[in-house]
């Protein structure tokens, strides 16, 4: 087999997958739906992507990460969109705009993302294992904020404050969002939580011999100050 002949049988097998992944996630979400999380078996979601129990479990490992199959893959993508910033970039600045990047697709699935907030606010299971994922998701940040600033994570307060409220803000600001039907434009609302972070956090994050004294932190935009 040829280099070229062995990459297109590669994409075939790459598509086939994607595929399998995303007629099992469908199959899941439309029975959660249609008869209640708890009263849908593994075994009928693989019947009905017409597949094996076997296969179901080469893709997912439980009813639970089918539903949250987008999460490794999205946090791929913050990593990749993080790695893309400049070197001597504030580690929130850097976050911030990895962060922009990443909820700038979130409009694409947001019928997806709507059926499965409305599933998960009724499922104490799913909500469970989606506050899990998030806690991963701020280990991950905290250590590439970490490998970014140079600094060990165990030792230094700032990666793991700024990642654990850096995500705190992206989280609320999406749940509002997703509370609201999907209604206005999700990156200004994940912009203007953000803002609620700069000053105190942006000097914090800085190289050392970057960091701003509290007197010369400057002042948060209008809608971000306290009334």
Not at 45 to 68: C, G, H, M
Not at 208 to 221: C, N
Request: glycine letters at 4%; hydrophobic letters at 45%.
């Amino acid at each position: 087999m040829t280099q070229e002949s062995a990459a297109r049988v590669e994409g075939l097998r790459e598509r086939h997958r994607k595929r399998t992944a995303a007629d099992l996630e469908e199959a899941a979400l439309s029975l959660f739906n249609e008869r209640g999380f708890d009263a849908v078996t593994i075994d009928d979601i693989a019947s009905a992507a017409d597949v094996s129990r076997r296969t179901f479990f080469r893709y997912f490992a439980s009813k639970e990460d089918v539903i949250l199959s987008d999460h490794p893959r999205r946090l791929d993508e913050l990593q990749a969109a993080l790695d893309r910033r400049p070197a001597e970039e504030p580690a929130l600045t850097a976050l911030r705009h990895a962060i922009m990047s990443l909820v700038s697709t979130y409009e694409e699935a947001r019928e997806h993302m709507l059926r499965r907030f409305r599933l998960m606010i009724t499922t104490p299971a799913l909500e469970a294992r989606s506050l899990c994922l998030q806690r991963n998701w701020e280990t991950a940040v905290t250590e590439m904020l970490a490998a970014r600033m140079g600094v060990d994570p165990a030792k230094d307060l700032r990666p793991g404050v700024v990642a654990a409220t850096t995500m705190a803000a992206m989280r609320v600001a999406t749940a509002n969002w997703l509370a609201g039907g999907g209604q206005g434009d999700l990156p200004v609302i994940v912009a203007e939580a953000l803002d609620l972070l700069d000053g105190g956090l942006q000097a914090a994050a800085s190289p050392p011999g970057r960091r701003r004294s509290p007197s010369s932190r400057p002042a948060a935009p209008a809608r971000a100050r306290a009334r």
